[in-house]
Nanobody, 115 residues
Framework: QVQLVESGGGLVQPGGSLRLSCVAS????????MGWYRQAPGKQRELVAT???????NYADFAKGRFTISRGNAENTVALQMNSLKPEDTAVYSC?????????WGQGTQVTVSS
């Protein structure tokens, strides 16, 4: 059974940084891409960034220049470095992995940007 476990969320002041990590346990056949999404209270879930199996990143406009997505040395890990955080970045951030047969989601980690 596949499980995605996120870590690294928390409370940070505006302008600060956080690094989110996601580890997928279990076997996922032929991972196509991995990514991060977020959902703020009262809003729909939105894409933050994805990274393909070949390492090509894709960012939402709000993430460009501030966030960096990366794959770990292990095939089933992905991280999101978030810099220059703003209050509007406050949300639950969830990891997503798309394999050949299925897509998987983590439970999410809370990121709160507040002074």
């Amino acid at each position: 059974q596949v499980q995605l476990v996120e870590s690294g969320g928390g409370l940070v002041q505006p302008g600060g940084s956080l690094r989110l990590s996601c580890v997928a346990s279990g076997s996922i056949f032929n991972i196509n891409h991995m990514g991060w999404y977020r959902q703020a209270p009262g809003k729909q879930r939105e894409l933050v960034a994805t990274i393909s199996s070949s390492g090509t990143p894709n960012y939402a406009d709000f993430a460009k220049g501030r966030f960096t997505i990366s794959r770990g040395n292990a095939e089933n890990t992905v991280a999101l470095q978030m810099n220059s955080l703003k209050p509007e970045d406050t949300a639950v951030y969830s990891c997503n992995v798309v394999g050949f047969f299925n897509a998987y989601w983590g439970q999410g980690t809370q990121v709160t940007v507040s002074s």
